[in-house]
C-alpha cells in the first residue's frame, strides 16, 4: 500500500499517501461488504489508531507529495470510524515506528526504555482495539527500538532484526489471526458495538489451524496480506 521510500517521495509522504489511500479502500469495502471481516498490517496502525502527529504534519495526499491543506491533515490523523472498525479482527504490527515502549500489545524482544523513531504520544486509540492488536518489536531494530542508541551499558543497532520479524514470529501470528476470526463474532452484540465478552483460547494445533480453511475466500486472502506486507517493507 506504500513503499516506505527515504526519497521519491519522502518517507513521511509515502506513509501519509498509503495511510490516505488504504483508509479510503477499507472505508468503501466495509460498505460494499458490511459482514467481512479484516486483518491488517502495518500501515493500517495509523488508520485505526490514528496517525502519529509528525505524520500529519509532514504528509501529502494521494499521488501528489504536497502539503496537505489543514482540514485534509485533520481528516487524515484521525481513526476510521466504529462502523468500519467494528469489522476489523486483528492489527498486527511489525518494526513499528510509532512504537511506545509501555503499550500493553508489545510483545518481543524491545528494549524496555525504547520506543520507535516516531513514537506515539498518545496510543488510547490504540489500546481500545484490545486484544485485537499486537507489535511485535525486537531489541536493536532502529526503526522501532530507538532507545537502543542511547544504551550506554551495550549500546548495538540490529538492522537485520527488522528484516526478520515474519520469520521469527510467524507461527505466533497465524494462530492468533485464526483465533481472532473465530472468536469475532462473540466481541459483538446484536447492535454492532464491542462488547466485554471473554474470547476462547487462540488455536495451537495443526488440527485447530486447519480449521482456516473454513475462512471465507476473502478472508484467507486478508490473512496471507497481513504476513505479505511486511515482507515487502
Not at 16 to 41: F, M
Not at 74 to 86: A, G, M, Q
Not at 187 to 214: C, I, K
Amino acid at each position: 500500500m506504500y513503499p516506505a521510500t527515504e526519497s521519491s517521495p519522502v518517507y513521511f509522504d509515502s506513509v501519509a499517501n498509503g495511510t490516505w489511500l488504504l483508509k479510503k479502500s477499507l472505508t468503501n469495502y466495509a460498505k460494499a461488504c458490511p459482514d467481512s471481516k479484516i486483518a491488517g498490517a502495518q500501515v493500517t496502525s495509523n488508520n485505526f489508531c490514528g496517525m502519529a502527529a509528525i505524520w500529519g504534519l509532514q504528509g501529502g495526499i494521494e499521488a501528489q507529495h504536497t502539503p496537505a491543506e489543514l482540514k485534509q491533515t485533520i481528516e487524515l490523523s484521525e481513526p476510521l470510524p466504529e462502523e468500519v472498525i467494528k469489522n476489523v479482527i486483528s492489527v498486527v504490527l511489525f518494526g513499528d515506528p510509532t512504537h511506545t515502549s509501555n503499550a500493553t500489545y508489545n510483545y518481543g524482544t524491545y528494549n524496555q526504555s525504547g520506543n520507535g523513531l516516531f513514537y506515539r504520544s498518545d496510543i488510547s486509540t490504540c489500546e481500545a482495539l484490545g486484544n485485537g492488536i499486537r507489535s511485535y518489536c525486537d531489541a536493536g531494530d532502529p526503526f522501532c527500538d530507538i532507545g537502543a542508541y542511547h544504551d550506554s551499558v551495550a549500546p548495538f543497532i540490529n538492522a537485520t532484526a527488522h528484516m526478520m520479524y515474519v520469520q521469527n514470529y510467524g507461527d505466533d501470528v497465524v494462530p492468533f489471526l485464526v483465533g481472532r476470526y473465530h472468536n469475532i463474532s462473540s466481541n459483538y452484540n446484536s447492535t454492532g458495538s464491542r462488547s466485554t465478552a471473554t474470547e476462547s483460547a487462540l488455536p495451537s494445533s495443526t488440527a485447530e489451524l486447519n480449521g482456516a480453511a473454513g475462512l471465507m475466500p476473502m478472508t484467507r486472502i486478508a490473512l496471507i496480506a497481513a504476513l505479505l506486507v511486511h515482507v515487502l517493507i
